[in-house]
């Protein structure tokens, strides 16, 4: 079956412009996590969906980031008013409750 | 969640075995140790996961000891595809939030 699907692959934007990061999710998976990689570095944990419960938020770094996610299908992640050091690889995963994690592989995002 | 260390790099030959090991001082009792596997431009994969003692698939060999401090990820007989950083995720079972991975260990096999 179809794993997690991320769109765009790839965006470039201008400082200052706002961006929406896509994630489609395995069918049925109920929990959903957003992270950040800036080059050669580690995951960055950002947020967590699971089912209808309130989303924990403690890894997003400013208020200019913030997702969405309606039920348990697509999410996405909105950045506003981006920054150079915005600049990263955002990957989305899912998950069947709390089984192990399949990824997407990712959206890079250049803010130029 | 148990805070994980890792190695930061290490380099190995094809056809030797690769062992890659994980401290987790604080591991508690309901927590599962999970690795995954990520390529240059991918997302990371889930590769193998246990509890305690040794759990092995088609893939790895996971080694826990009788404390559950640490584990050990056995590759056996690696080959360049093996090349990759290789990250150890310690969480609970039930009740799972937020996941910090560490920064992974970053395996560079040479021919």
């Known amino acids: 079956g179809a794993g997690v699907s991320q769109s765009p692959s790839n965006k470039v934007t201008e400082k200052g412009k706002d961006v929406e990061l896509r994630c489609d999710p395995i069918?049925?998976?109920?929990?959903l996590y957003w992270y950040r990689q800036r080059l050669g570095q580690g995951l960055e944990f950002l947020i967590y969906?699971?089912?209808?419960?309130?989303?924990?938020k403690s890894g997003l770094p400013s208020d200019r980031f913030s997702a969405e996610r309606t039920g348990e299908s697509v999410s996405t992640l909105t950045i506003q008013r981006t920054q150079q050091e915005d600049s990263a690889v955002y990957l989305c995963?899912?998950?069947?409750?709390?089984?192990?994690?399949?990824f997407g592989n990712g959206t890079r995002l250049t803010v130029t | 969640l148990a805070k994980t260390t890792q190695p930061i790099s290490m380099d190995s030959y094809e056809g030797q075995e690769v062992n890659i090991t994980c401290s987790h001082n604080?591991?508690?009792?309901?927590?599962?140790i999970t690795w995954y596997q990520q390529f240059p431009s991918q997302g990371p994969r889930f590769i193998i996961q246990g509890y305690k003692t040794k759990v092995t698939n088609e893939v790895a060999s996971l080694f826990i000891p009788a404390d559950r401090k640490s584990s050990t990820l056995s590759l056996p007989r690696v080959s360049l595809s093996d090349t990759a950083v290789y990250y150890c995720?310690?969480?609970?079972?039930?009740?799972?939030?937020?996941?910090?991975f560490g920064s992974g260990t970053r395996l560079q096999v040479q021919p």
């Open positions: 604080n591991i508690a009792t309901n927590d599962y």
């Open positions: 969906f699971q089912g209808n419960s309130a989303p924990d």
């Open positions: 069918s049925g998976h109920t929990a």
């Open positions: 995963a899912s998950s069947f409750w709390d089984s192990p994690l399949h």
């Open positions: 995720l310690v969480a609970p079972d039930t009740g799972r939030r937020a996941l910090t």
